[in-house]
Nanobody, 122 residues
Framework: QLQASGGGLVQAGGSLTLSCVASGTVYSIGVMGWYRQAPGMGRELVATITTNINTYYADSVKGRFTVSRDVVKVNAKNTMYLRMSSLRPEDTAVYYC??????????????WGQGTLVTVSS
């Protein structure tokens, strides 16, 4: 119900856009978000967005990443994007899209997509 794509290898300072398609019962869910997990580290929240297009960003990505969301009601699909600019080697991680409810800064995510790997070379 959540399908993420768009990861790849990019040089430091470059840009990359991730996409996540939500379908079925997930498409109209309240909060969608991106998380990431670097090698040997825990999973951390990157950005979230609500159906009202309120957004939240982790301090580490604020000003460099932009989350957005398109809802197409006719086919019950909802696509979330993460536009990443000025990428740094420390942004290297597996990025996961998710969906759930609750506070935008600390949502409860009930649905997870498969991860997509982003590698930033120095």
């Amino acid at each position: 119900q959540l399908q993420a794509s768009g990861g790849g290898l990019v040089q430091a300072g470059g840009s990359l856009t991730l996409s996540c398609v939500a379908s079925g019962t997930v498409y109209s869910i309240g909060v969608m978000g991106w998380y990431r997990q670097a090698p040997g580290m825990g999973r951390e929240l990157v950005a979230t967005i609500t159906t009202n297009i309120n957004t939240y960003y982790a301090d580490s990505v604020k000003g460099r990443f932009t989350v957005s969301r398109d809802v197409v009601k006719v086919n019950a699909k909802n696509t979330m994007y993460l536009r990443m600019s000025s990428l740094r080697p420390e942004d290297t991680a597996v990025y996961y899209c998710s969906a759930g409810y609750g506070q935008i800064e600390r949502p409860t995510m009930d649905y997870w997509g498969q991860g997509t790997l982003v590698t930033v070379s120095s």
